[in-house]
């Protein structure tokens, strides 16, 4: 079991950079795959980006790779996404979540995370 808890969003103006951060507490932490997901009013909820259990695999949707970065620091259970170049289109609720871990690449399927945050906005304004 973990809880996962976002934190970093706010408001930015286009081609500016956030970074979201994702403070998890419960013991298999490190067992687990992690993604960013978002959701914008009124739209179904999107995959962003998925990191393996180690960190050494990573996962992007073709609109934010080059400029979203995910990452994980297992010490200090907290998982980040650096957003750099930001667009008007990435508004949206963003959530981190937590899924078991798998063969192949981590998962941008959102059904296979069975752990999700409350969720942090971010907005960016053009």
């Known amino acids: 079991q973990v809880q996962l808890v976002e934190s970093g969003g706010g408001l930015v103006q286009a081609g500016g950079s956030l970074r979201l951060s994702c403070a998890a507490s419960?013991?298999?932490?490190?067992?687990?795959?992690m993604g960013w997901f978002r959701q914008a009013p009124g739209k179904e909820r999107e995959s962003v980006a998925a990191?393996?259990?180690?960190?050494?695999?990573?996962n992007y949707v073709d609109s934010v790779k080059g400029r979203f970065t995910i990452s994980r620091d297992n010490a200090k259970n907290t998982v980040y996404l650096q957003m750099n170049s930001l667009k008007p289109e990435d508004t949206a609720v963003y959530y981190c979540?937590?899924?078991?871990?798998?063969?192949?690449?981590?998962?941008?399927?959102?059904?296979?995370?069975?752990?999700w945050g409350q969720g942090t906005q971010v907005t960016v304004s053009s």
């Open positions: 990191i393996s259990a180690s960190g050494g695999r990573t």
């Open positions: 979540a937590g899924a078991r871990t798998a063969w192949g690449p981590p998962s941008l399927r959102s059904y296979e995370y069975a752990y």
């Open positions: 419960g013991r298999p932490f490190s067992t687990y795959v």
